[in-house]
T-cell receptor, first 113, second 113 residues
Framework: AQSVSQHNHHVILSEAASLELGCNYS??????LFWYVQYPGQHLQLLLK??????LVKGIKGFEAEFIKSKFSFNLRKPSVQWSDTAEYFC???????????FGTGTRLQVTL | AAGVIQSPRHLIKEKRETATLKCYPI?????VYWYQQGPGQDPQFLIS???????DKGSIPDRFSAQQFSDYHSELNMSSLELGDSALYFC????????????FGPGTRLTVL
């Protein structure tokens, strides 16, 4: 069964600091990769996704992620975080078919002023 | 743009009661997914439907059942509720098997007392 690991459970950054959240997955075949954000009390929103092509994908709100196939990784980055980025971030994987998403345990990001 | 609608948004039940959660997918989306997110946890896949047929099944208890109706809305029926069923239940929809992403609804917060 596929699994997703997010190594950072809680990250605290000051505004304008750079962000990188790690995500590794275990699945040998083709995968689709996603990052979702969940603001406090809200539902999951898609930040970005990778299906194929350029391994560097850009999403909303200045986020980007890089798919490194050899490392089974899909790390999320943002050069300069804002206080409004305070949220929980979930990496998710599906096995390239229209089926369930497997989520990582999430990373809680807290951005301080 | 139309989004996934879930009702009710909040539900409080006693132990051993039953609950029905409803999900209305985005128009022309024929695939529905249900996820359960316990407090401080990542979303866990429960079950999915495509064209009114169950397409995949995850860690859904036997006390739970679900179906998708002719208008593509879905209902999750939960019986003999337990304290541990308290969670946020998300529904997501996608446009069929050649899907690009799952669009999540706002969730139903179920509290079992």
């Amino acid at each position: 069964a596929q699994s997703v690991s997010q190594h950072n459970h809680h990250v605290i950054l000051s505004e304008a600091a750079s962000l990188e959240l790690g995500c590794n997955y275990s699945y040998g075949g083709t995968v689709n990769l996603f990052w979702y954000v969940q603001y406090p009390g809200q539902h999951l929103q898609l930040l970005l996704k990778y299906f194929s092509g350029d391994p560097l994908v850009k999403g909303i709100k200045g986020f980007e992620a890089e798919f490194i196939k050899s490392k089974f990784s899909f790390n999320l980055r943002k050069p300069s975080v804002q206080w409004s980025d305070t949220a929980e971030y979930f990496c998710a994987v599906d096995p390239g078919t229209a089926s369930k998403l497997t989520f990582g345990t999430g990373t809680r990001l807290q951005v301080t002023l | 743009a139309a989004g996934v609608i879930q009702s009710p948004r909040h539900l409080i039940k006693e132990k051993r009661e039953t609950a029905t959660l409803k999900c209305y997918p985005i128009p022309r989306h024929d695939t529905v997914y249900w996820y359960q997110q316990g407090p401080g946890q990542d979303p866990q896949f429960l079950i999915s439907f495509y064209e009114k047929m169950q397409s995949d099944k995850g860690s859904i208890p036997d006390r739970f059942s679900a179906q998708q109706f002719s208008d593509y809305h879905s209902e999750l029926n939960m019986s003999s509720l337990e304290l541990g069923d308290s969670a946020l239940y998300f529904c997501a929809s996608s446009p069929g098997t050649n899907y690009n992403e799952q669009f999540f609804g706002p969730g139903t917060r179920l509290t079992v007392l």
